[in-house]
């Protein structure tokens, strides 16, 4: 069956960067987390609301979540510059899958409280906040390395030959 996909998985991204199974495995993982976290911010507003009937409370979760990128986005942007930005990505990835799983159980126990979602909520905030810097520098530097292999496989420009030959370009 997946020898039959293939290749029309490649055709129908023939001229895309998706046509590239690391970067296609890379872009749909990056949309899975970025949908992950717009339901995990929705979810936890709607589960402090039912918790609690304080607006303010119902507020602050989502001050909890966005709190971090205004503490930690500087230095969340150096540090994806300075060490291994892959190492980020995948750290991250740990630190907001041991979050969301515990902030899960605990709900699912009836033990959660207000307090406590916002304490998961922050962590799950910092975590993206250190993710989005490393991925989006990943993404870029994975697409300039394919525009370098498209074009170097592309051969020699136009320009070149004239060059070469001694012609000139017409103006």
Known sequence: MLARVTPLVVEFFRDSPLRHTTFRLFYFGTVGVALGYTMQATVAAWLMATLTPSALMVALVQTASTVPFLLFGLAAGTLADIIDRRRIVIITQYVLLLTTVVLGVVTLFGAINPIG????????????????????????????????????????????????SGRRSPA
């Open 117 to 164: 979602l916002l304490a998961l909520t922050f962590v799950i905030g910092s975590a993206f906040t250190f993710y989005t810097p490393a991925q989006q520098r990943a993404s870029t530097t994975s697409s300039r390395a394919t525009n370098c292999r498209v074009r170097w496989r592309s051969g020699p420009s136009r320009s070149t030959y004239r060059a070469r």
